[in-house]
Structure formats: structure tokens, C-alpha cells
């Protein structure tokens, strides 16, 4: 806008930064001395001015403001002189050189200035209207950035709270129960999870062993969690039979979450349960959907599969149990989808059971995924072998 005020007066405008370089020229500038744009832009002003004049150009730059006009001789693209009558309007980061010929009418040019000069004084006003009005906005978005920042301060504060609850359900460790030894990890993708896996004394040499993946991240998935294994707790009549105590938790889920309602159409939840009897060194079991557990002798794997519905996606399921048993050299590993992806995308491409077995024993689950950005999963893992100290 500016330039356009500018370029409609007949008077030669320079503008240079403190050091002269011309940073600006109207179209006024460029017909009197036939230079293009490119040609004058970024130059030293002193180098359209004749050596004769440099001594005014240095007197007009310490005058002051509209103090005289001073005669200085400009060079034409031509190499011919224009001699302008130059004044100077100082302004922190730049001068401002107003030049008129001596053909121009004085009256006219006066009058042409006080145009521009009323020009810049509305523009001026109603910059500082538009200032004040993005100043207005600034302080409405610094107090809604607050305000966020507070509310996230909150929420963060909330889920350090229920991840520490979270981990009083689902933790890392090792337990022995009878002849087993167990060691179990846990790392959720976000800061709680869905997962949920417990080991239970049965007594009498058996133990039970549930593990379940609740579909989702985050928080929603955490608190199905939550429901889950509430219903989980309050079957200890069904402990000991795999296929009704997964059939009694999809019942409750679907009392829960029933299907009427659309926000809970995507909520179910994978499940696995056994019962591991020491003492005939059998196993027991009954999958809802979930990843088989394996059997692992050697670099050799045995998979745990049965046919079963997810818990809470239908009302009407059956489930089934079925028996395996297992000998002295044989190690259970039982997992969530999350370390199903934490294998396949960790360079364990050709997996080499016995190797994984070895360095899952000996080391954590999250010591790894840092190495495996893709896995964006809960994972959940527990590993059993037998104590071969013990007959």
C-alpha cells in the first residue's frame, strides 16, 4: 500500500537503510533516471551520485529533518546528470531522500506530498488499529494456551495417577509356584494399557494362568481392562474349569457393553485361560480369540490353539477345552498380539525359538522396543519353565 502512495507523486523518493543502501525507489525515481528496479535496489545511493556531491550527501544525512533542500547531481542510466533538490526524512532503521527536478511545479509537488502525508497518516492509524486488535487476539490465545496447558497438566497428572494404579494389576516380575518358575512383562504402547494378565495358586499342584488384550489404547481400553478383570476376580468357583469361566466373563461383558449401543460395537476383548497341574504335568486350556500360547522344546514350537469368540462380541459363544501335556525341557510362553508384532518386526524374521526364549528370560520386553519403532501395541508376556533342581 505504500508503494502504490508512493508511486503516484512526481517527487523522487529514496529510501535507504542507515548504511545507504537503497532498499527502495518509486516509479517517479525510475523515469528520471532510467534505471530498472534491479538495477538500483540494493546499491549504494553514493553511487548515483556524481564524486563532486558526496560531500552534500554526507552534510544532507546530518541535517535535519526538512532543514533545506540541497542541490545534489544524480548519474542517469544514460551517464547523464539529473540534478535533484534533495531533502531528508530520518527515521530509526532508515532515510528517506525526497528529490524534486527543477522543472517541477513546487505548488503541486507541495501539495502531492501533503496528500501522501495525510495518506500515511490514516494508514498509520489504522495499523495501529489493526495492532491493537491482534494484541486483543494475542492475549484471548495466550489465556486459551493456558488454559490448555492447565487442563493438560491435569489430565497428564489423572493418568500418572491410574498408570500407577494400573501397575499394581499388571506389572513386571518372576514368581515359582511349585515346580514352575514364571517370569512375566508388561509395557504398555501409551502410558496405560489394555492389557491384563493374572497367575493364581489353585492349590493341590495347580495353577491358574489368564491372559487377555482388550481391543484399543489408551484410556478406554484401560478402564475395560478395569471391568475385565473385576469380572475375571469374582470367578472362583469357575478357576478351575477353563471354558465356563471364559464363558461366564462373556456374559457379564455383554450385560455390560451390550450391543445396543453403537459406542461399544468395537469393544471386546481377546482372552486366554489354563489350569497347569504339576503334578501330572498336564495343561488345561480354552482361548477366546486369543493368540495361541506355545510350547516351545528346543527351537521346536508347539502351538496351544482353540477355536473361540471373543469376550463380550456375542452373546451366544461357545467355548471348549482341550489337554496337552508337557514334559521337563518344555517352556511355556504365553503373549498378547503386541509381542506377536514385537517378534515378527524385531529382526526376528526367522525366529529362532530357543534363542528368544533365552533372551526374553534375560532380559525386559522394553529393553527391546526402542529397536522396534513399529510396535504400537501393548505387549504382554510370561514365560514358564520347569526348575529342573526340583523332582
Known amino acids: 500500500m505504500i508503494n502504490s502512495i508512493l508511486d503516484r507523486v512526481r517527487a523522487v523518493f529514496f529510501i535507504c537503510d542507515n548504511d545507504g543502501t537503497i532498499q527502495y525507489v518509486n516509479e517517479a525515481c525510475r523515469k528520471y533516471l532510467k534505471y530498472s528496479i534491479s538495477d538500483i535496489v540494493g546499491q549504494a545511493i553514493t553511487d548515483f551520485i556524481i564524486e563532486e556531491d558526496?560531500?552534500?550527501?554526507?552534510?544532507?544525512?546530518?541535517?535535519?529533518?526538512?532543514?533545506?533542500?540541497?542541490?545534489?547531481?544524480?548519474?542517469?542510466?544514460?551517464?547523464?546528470?539529473?540534478?535533484?533538490?534533495?531533502?531528508?526524512?530520518?527515521?530509526?532503521?532508515?532515510?528517506?531522500?525526497?528529490?524534486?527536478?527543477?522543472?517541477?511545479?513546487?505548488?503541486?509537488?507541495q501539495e502531492e506530498l501533503m496528500t501522501i502525508n495525510n495518506e500515511m497518516a490514516n494508514l498509520y492509524r489504522e495499523l495501529e488499529k489493526k495492532n491493537r486488535q491482534l494484541e486483543a487476539m494475542n492475549r484471548v490465545l495466550e489465556k486459551q494456551r493456558n488454559e490448555i496447558s492447565q487442563k493438560n497438566a491435569i489430565i497428564q497428572k489423572q493418568l500418572d495417577v491410574a498408570r500407577k494404579i494400573q501397575s499394581y494389576f499388571v506389572k513386571s516380575g518372576e514368581l515359582k509356584l511349585y515346580n514352575l518358575n514364571f517370569k512375566f512383562d508388561y509395557a504398555p504402547a501409551y502410558d496405560i494399557g489394555g492389557d491384563f494378565f493374572d497367575i493364581i495358586d489353585l492349590m493341590d499342584g495347580k495353577i491358574g494362568v489368564f491372559i487377555s488384550d482388550v481391543s484399543g489404547h489408551g484410556i478406554s481400553a484401560a478402564l475395560v481392562m478395569a471391568v475385565v478383570r473385576t469380572i475375571f476376580l469374582k470367578q472362583q468357583e469357575n478357576l478351575t474349569n477353563p471354558s465356563k469361566l471364559l464363558g461366564e466373563i462373556n456374559r457379564e461383558m455383554n450385560l455390560i457393553f451390550g450391543r445396543e449401543e453403537e459406542s461399544f460395537d468395537e469393544l471386546y476383548c481377546t482372552a486366554f485361560y489354563c489350569v497347569i497341574n504339576t503334578a501330572t504335568s498336564s495343561i488345561e486350556y480354552c482361548s477366546a480369540g486369543h493368540p495361541a500360547a506355545w510350547v516351545l522344546n528346543g527351537n521346536k514350537k508347539k502351538d496351544l490353539e482353540s477355536i473361540g469368540f471373543?469376550?463380550?462380541?456375542?452373546?451366544?459363544?461357545?467355548?471348549?477345552?482341550?489337554?496337552?501335556?508337557?514334559?521337563?525341557?518344555?517352556?511355556?510362553v504365553f503373549f498378547t498380539d503386541g509381542f506377536?508384532?514385537?517378534?515378527?518386526?524385531?529382526?526376528?524374521?526367522?525366529?529362532?525359538?530357543?534363542?528368544?526364549?533365552?533372551?526374553?528370560?534375560?532380559?525386559?520386553?522394553?529393553?527391546?522396543?526402542?529397536?522396534?519403532?513399529?510396535?504400537?501395541?501393548?505387549?504382554?508376556?510370561?514365560?514358564?519353565?520347569?526348575?529342573?533342581?526340583?523332582?
Not at 79 to 87: A, G, R
Open 54 to 109: 558526496h560531500k552534500k550527501y554526507e552534510l544532507l544525512c546530518n541535517a535535519a529533518d526538512d532543514e533545506k533542500y540541497w542541490e545534489i547531481n544524480f548519474i542517469k542510466a544514460d551517464n547523464s546528470i539529473e540534478m535533484l533538490n534533495c531533502y531528508r526524512l530520518a527515521y530509526d532503521n532508515c532515510n528517506v531522500f525526497v528529490g524534486r527536478c527543477n522543472d517541477a511545479n513546487i505548488v503541486r509537488l
Open 340 to 391: 506377536t508384532d514385537f517378534v515378527l518386526n524385531c529382526s526376528f524374521q526367522n525366529v529362532d525359538y530357543e534363542q528368544l526364549f533365552k533372551t526374553m528370560k534375560n532380559s525386559r520386553v522394553t529393553e527391546h522396543l526402542s529397536d522396534c519403532g513399529c510396535v504400537k501395541d501393548d505387549v504382554s508376556l510370561i514365560i514358564v519353565e520347569v526348575d529342573s533342581a526340583e523332582k
Open 310 to 332: 471373543p469376550l463380550g462380541m456375542f452373546k451366544k459363544a461357545d467355548y471348549e477345552n482341550l489337554r496337552i501335556s508337557y514334559d521337563k525341557n518344555d517352556k511355556l
